[in-house]
């Protein structure tokens, strides 16, 4: 009968805890801007902008007219008249291909030897040169275009060479490839958007990080701690209470980013890539149930650290670092494209990754993966609270440096 006036008394304890910092961190202006508006923001508005001007200047250049120096036209007029007909807008010819290139005047140029007509009546390969810089992100697309104009002109050719002769070009092509492209318009859109995963995570971590500092580095360097600490409460009721304003600070800047990612979806010209992106009610349900365990346990990490830490200053610096943990996922599945398994999403931020994905793509989360990701980051949750109340048992803690 004693263990439930106990934990009533636990619970309202950390309750007071919990209500306590609430009120001090909305009295700073300056944190509650950072973890409430501009992490949850900036991540969706940048996001969008720079997709949305990406996208647009591809597509311009696949569609207008494509402007190409040419040096040696004259020795290839067909081949230029075909190439224009295509789309190709001739240019005068530098005096130097890859001076040209390197000098930023041109994206592409194409250059036509001397002996291209004498190959070209001999029935011989007649070769021409691409210069372009591949390290130039803006030359992909105009490269692309005229090398699929140039295999187009040279595919009529060989056809029409082997009609005089009498051959039929079918004999060129022994075997036919026939695409059956299974993706869907909204699985392909996890191509685009796989960075998703990421911003929700660090929109997470930065929502907390503020609170988890101040509420003990912050209040160590202010002697407030130890008033605190002196309570006949445990330290972990204390602790718990922190740990809840820091989650529920993360949580509600989570939920911010997901709402503003929702909206600047519907202004993202997705369609024109025949591709739909699906961020709406079901899609942020699923995602803030699988952040919640990991908010829970970046929290108690970032508590941990902060606690560990001798100084606000130095706290920050720690965070920093450990600010670069989550992008560990991302790049582990741009660089090695693994095969999802379930014991993969046991394993916390990579978890989180795998499940946020699916949901891109609009499969449905197995129950087993669901479960396999909430537990695995709960484990390690509790495991993380458990260091840092064991660190807050310590009589050091509130000692200032």
Request: net charge positive.
């Amino acid at each position: 009968m004693s263990l439930r006036p106990n934990f009533a008394r636990c619970l309202r304890a950390a309750w007071t805890v919990y209500l306590k910092e609430v009120r001090e961190n909305l009295r700073d202006k300056r944190t509650v801007l950072n973890a409430l508006i501009t992490g949850p923001l900036l991540g969706p508005i940048l996001f969008g902008l720079i997709f949305s001007f990406t996208l647009q200047q591809q597509l311009a250049d696949a569609e207008k007219p494509l402007p190409v120096p040419v040096i040696g036209a004259a020795y290839a007029p067909n081949l230029i008249h075909a190439l224009e007909a295509q789309g190709m807008v001739l240019k005068p010819a530098p005096n130097n291909a890859a001076a040209a290139i390197r000098a930023h005047q041109a994206k592409v140029v194409l250059v036509i030897p001397r002996d291209y007509d004498k190959a070209w009546r001999a029935g011989q390969p007649a070769g021409v040169e691409l210069y372009y810089d591949s390290a130039r992100q803006d030359s992909r697309t105009p490269v692309t275009r005229l090398k699929k104009m140039l295999q187009g002109y040279a595919g009529l050719t060989a056809a029409q060479r082997l009609l005089v002769r009498g051959v039929s070009p079918l004999l060129l092509r022994p075997v036919v490839a026939e695409d059956r492209d299974l993706a869907t318009p909204q699985s392909r859109s996890a191509l685009m958007f796989s960075i998703l995963p990421y911003f929700f995570v660090l929109t997470v971590f930065l929502g907390g990080m503020y609170l988890a500092i101040d509420t003990t580095a912050g209040e160590r360097e202010r002697q407030s701690l130890e008033p605190l600490l002196v309570n006949p409460v445990s330290r972990g009721t204390i602790l718990s209470g922190k740990l809840a304003a820091t989650v529920s600070f993360a949580l509600i800047s989570l939920t911010l980013s997901i709402i503003a990612f929702a909206v600047v979806g519907r202004f993202l010209p997705v369609e024109k890539l025949d591709v739909v992106l699906d961020l709406g009610p079901r899609f942020a349900a699923f995602v803030l149930l699988l952040m919640l365990p990991l908010t829970v346990l970046l929290g108690a990490l970032q508590t941990l650290v902060a606690a560990f830490a001798k100084s606000y200053r130095e706290a920050q610096t720690y965070l920093s670092i450990l600010m670069l943990l989550p992008v560990i996922p991302s790049l582990l599945l741009a660089v090695v494209p693994l095969r999802a398994q379930l014991w993969m999403y046991a394993v916390p931020l990579l978890g989180q990754q795998l499940g946020i994905m699916d949901l891109v793509r609009g499969e449905a989360l197995g129950a087993r993966e669901l479960a396999a990701c909430l537990i695995g980051t709960s484990l390690a949750a509790l495991l993380a609270w458990l260091l840092a109340r064991w660190l807050y048992a310590s009589e050091r803690l509130a000692v200032s440096a």
